[in-house]
């Protein structure tokens, strides 16, 4: 498993380095879409995706690279998700009953397999992301029907992909960190580092903003 950073080039340094015209993010949010991206952030599409988190030695021919990144575009990105606040990796809690079934927390020290993993599913007509557990092969949802502490925590529980399920993946070069948006909200993921019991370090779409380590994320290809 390897950072998707490990091939030592920015995300500015990886658009550049082909001398063709490459999208760098998802097109202008639509009057029905998320806002704006955050001052800092950049929002990601599958190729701008595929690029970070590939191999060093197809950058070296900007052509190749184009085409290399254009077919690794179409398949899903597999990654780890580990949360920057407590550095600990999104697992799918996948024996919690009901309501909690495929809850997602970040709460393993170690990636240790399928229940740490996760395929980013781009969607071109949408210009979003559906993230699906392999720990259950569900998508993760926005609860946003829930209510008190448990509102719009995300669950690995739907067989098909609808709003519900539909992220945008922001970068921040800086930072070198991620952040996901919800666009069923509009509001960004946080991982609540302050809950305890069942719902500690529960994932929810309820920022209005990046503020922090809470909203920030690391990813880890885990497909190579």
Known sequence: MRRTTSVLLSLSALL????LTVPTAVAAPRADGPAAAPAGWEA????ALARITGDQDALRT???AENTAAAAAAEPELLAVQSARNSRFVATEKNYAEPNTGLQRARSTEFGGSWESYAFEWD???QTYALRSLANNRYVAVEKNYTGSAQNVLRARSTSVGGWERFVLYYNETLDRWALQSTLNGLFVAMENGYTGSLQYALRARSTDVTGSWEEFVLYDIGA
Do not use: F
């Open 124 to 126: 071109e007509a949408t």
């Open 62 to 64: 900007p052509l190749a």
């Open 44 to 47: 990601v599409d599958a190729t």
């Open 16 to 19: 550049a380095a082909s001398a």
